[in-house]
């Protein structure tokens, strides 16, 4: 059973930074060989977003929402099971549920929250101004 585990958030004032971290556990890849592993965000009375999303294999490719782009960075420990999102030069309107995701990859790992099945129950994040 795939488990989905994040830590990390907090409230910041607006210029700050905060790290997340999500553990993962019991996941297997279904198929093609590379999974997808990313963060995603909810605000109330928004739909959930997709801020981040990091492939597994080699190169790991990136790719960012352009309202983060240079201000956020995503990462993984393949050894410790474990995403990261550096968030940096945060301002109000990153407040909201963080919450990490996994499943099968492509080429670029989408930001679109259709593309994946598992999901950890989220961390808040509350920037004030």
């Known amino acids: 059973q795939v488990q989905l585990v994040e830590s990390g958030g907090g409230s910041v004032q607006a210029g700050g930074s905060l790290r997340l971290s999500c553990a993962a556990s019991g996941y297997t890849r279904r198929g093609r060989g590379t999974y997808c592993v990313g963060w995603f965000r909810q605000a109330p009375g928004k739909e959930r977003e997709g801020v981040a999303t990091?492939?597994?294999?080699?190169?790991?490719?990136?790719n960012y929402a352009d309202s983060v782009k240079g201000r956020f960075t995503i990462s993984k420990d393949g050894a410790k099971n474990t995403l990261y999102l550096q968030m940096d030069s945060l301002k109000p309107e990153d407040t909201g549920m963080y919450y990490c995701?996994?499943?099968?990859?492509?080429?670029?790992?989408?930001?679109?929250?259709?593309?994946?099945?598992?999901w950890g129950q989220g961390t808040q994040v509350t920037v004030s101004s």
């Open positions: 995701a996994a499943d099968s990859g492509g080429p670029l790992c989408p930001l679109g929250d259709y593309w994946y099945n598992y």
């Open positions: 990091i492939r597994s294999d080699g190169d790991g490719a990136t």
